[in-house]
């Protein structure tokens, strides 16, 4: 990158989307200051070392080392040289539905107090968050100004983020397309500048993130405030429901006697349908679209719109939790008193984020109902010990630990390692070699065939007509 392209940008809040953007940024030749406000994770990545588990980030924590610094204080970040301000706070959920906003509006209130008069600055709304928020933003900015009696020149833009936790580098550097939301040339011009190595793909990519062999140059889509932040909340709702939809055809499935993965394949491999997000199971977590689900349908009831479709989508994942307390109920009938072992603690693999993750609903329905539940997670078992203390689980150290002596393994994410462990081996140790596959992640033959009584989500129990033919 030429000196004359390089752009000052600040980060505020550094979790899985502020540190992976600044690292990108940093990478690609810009000068990044990350701010947050936990002094726990300021001084880690002060020192190297990821908050997060995320492919490739420790990688660049140490190539861009010279690129990028971190502290707690947006004051101290924010300066005569600073170009870009990225708001990458979170956006949680209120009881409500509603979008909580306080940290992104606690941010706005700092940038205003902050702000210089002589240099322009482009502020950007990463975090996802409710359509008119740019709106509010520039509204708290100004508020702060005039208290200060200080002008100040500044462009609030929404550019949502699309990037999935388990491949945030990669989705950061190689997307499908950047949206920048703006009223005004002069910004858009700027993150143009700031995005130019990626909307080119003329750089090299980093060692442990490579480029896509197919890829073609992501888009940039360029459109008004409000547009891009209803278009986020689409893109998420609009998945979600793919994945319910699937799910819904899983439950009418297995009352027929077919084999879901069988169907979507069949009906993925429609270009207009595409087979991604058709993967029937335990249903959807994660911190992004049980909450943008939640808003949508908040915004929606704020504006007397009912959207059904959104609805039935989350009652569906709700519904898809409890399919699983079904099944072990169906084969193990009593619950109290049996031992009950969890594979998968993330709401998806590749990432230790546990937030609104099956295993949470799950483990506490049967905790509930007096199993006992051991638990085993590739990454995630800290996080999940330290976020629910209160909740009595048994940590195993190994997928053969968690099967020891259990009446019955369910996996709740499709975490690779699960493929490889030795299911043969396993099965002899359960005192029940029941297994709930939430995933349909493994090969149901062979599990039979190693003695499990295997039930996936939307498969053929085993027994019956069609599944003795033996189709592969
Ligand atoms: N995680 C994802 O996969 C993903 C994907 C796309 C969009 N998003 C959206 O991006 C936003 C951030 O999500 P996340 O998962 O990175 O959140 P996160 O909880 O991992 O990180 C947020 C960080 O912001 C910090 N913070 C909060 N208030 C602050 C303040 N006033 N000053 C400085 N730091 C502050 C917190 O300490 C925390 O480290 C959310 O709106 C989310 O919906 C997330």
Redesign the pocket.
Same mark, same amino acid.
């Given at each position: 990158m030429k000196p004359s392209e390089r752009l000052n940008v600040t980060v +505020?809040?550094?979790?899985?989307?502020?540190l992976t953007t600044a690292l990108a940024l940093a990478y690609l030749g810009h000068r990044l200051q990350c701010? *947050? #406000?936990?002094p726990e994770?300021v001084e880690k990545l002060d020192r190297g070392i990821s908050t997060i588990y995320e492919q490739g980030l420790e990688e660049l924590l140490t190539d861009t080392r010279n690129q990028i610094s971190f502290n707690g204080s947006?004051p101290e970040c924010l300066d005569q040289n600073t170009d870009v301000l990225i708001i990458? +706070?979170?956006?949680p959920s209120k009881e409500n539905g509603d979008t909580d906003l306080c940290?992104v509006e606690? +941010?706005a209130r700092e940038i205003g107090r902050n702000l210089l008069p002589e240099k322009p600055l482009v502020v950007v709304n990463?975090?996802?968050?409710p359509v008119g928020t740019a709106r509010r933003v520039d509204t708290v900015i100004r508020e702060e100004l005039e208290r200060r009696q200080v002008e100040g020149k500044f462009s609030v833009t929404s550019n949502p983020?699309?990037?999935?936790?388990g491949s945030?580098l990669h989705d950061t550097l190689y997307p499908d397309r950047i949206v920048v939301g703006s009223e005004e040339v002069w910004s858009v011009n700027i993150l143009r500048q700031m995005y130019a190595p990626i909307l080119s793909q003329d750089f090299t990519p980093p060692r442990a993130v490579p480029r896509p062999e197919s890829m073609g140059l992501p888009a940039l889509v360029t459109t008004t405030p409000t547009s891009a932040e209803l278009l986020k909340y689409t893109a998420n709702a609009f998945l979600a429901a793919k994945i319910s939809f699937i799910n819904e055809i899983a439950g009418l499935a297995e009352k027929v006697g077919a084999d879901i993965k069988e169907v979507a394949r069949g009906v993925g491999l429609d270009h207009r349908i595409g087979s991604a997000f058709l993967n029937a199971g335990a249903g959807w977590g994660?911190?992004?679209f049980p #909450? *943008?689900t939640r808003s949508l349908l908040h915004t929606a009831r704020q504006y007397g719109y009912e959207m059904p479709l959104t609805s039935a989508a989350v009652e569906v994942n709700r519904r898809q939790r409890m399919k699983i307390i079904e099944k072990l109920q169906e084969s193990l009938k009593v619950i109290r008193g049996s031992t009950i072992g969890i594979l998968g603690l993330s709401f998806k693999p590749n990432t230790d984020?546990i937030r609104e993750s099956p295993a949470i609903e799950v483990m506490g329905e049967l905790l509930e109902l007096g199993a006992r539940v051991k638990a085993y997670d590739p990454v995630a078992m800290d996080k999940y010990r330290n976020t629910y203390p209160e909740q009595d689980i048994n940590y195993a150290a190994s997928v053969e630990e968690t099967a020891q002596n259990s009446d019955a393994l369910v996996l709740l994410t499709d975490w690779e390692q699960f493929i490889h462990a030795p299911w043969k081996d396993i099965a002899p140790t359960m005192r029940h070699p029941i297994f709930i596959d939430g995933r349909n992640l493994l090969q149901p033959e062979s599990m039979r065939q190693w003695g499990y009584q295997y039930l996936g989500i939307g498969r053929p129990t085993g027994s019956g007509f069609i599944n003795s033919l033996n189709i592969t």
């Open positions: +505020v809040g550094t979790g899985y989307v502020g701010v *947050d #406000k936990n994770i947006l990458a +706070v979170g956006t940290y606690e +941010v990463k975090s996802t968050v983020e699309f990037l999935r936790e945030a994660g911190s992004c #909450k *943008d984020d």
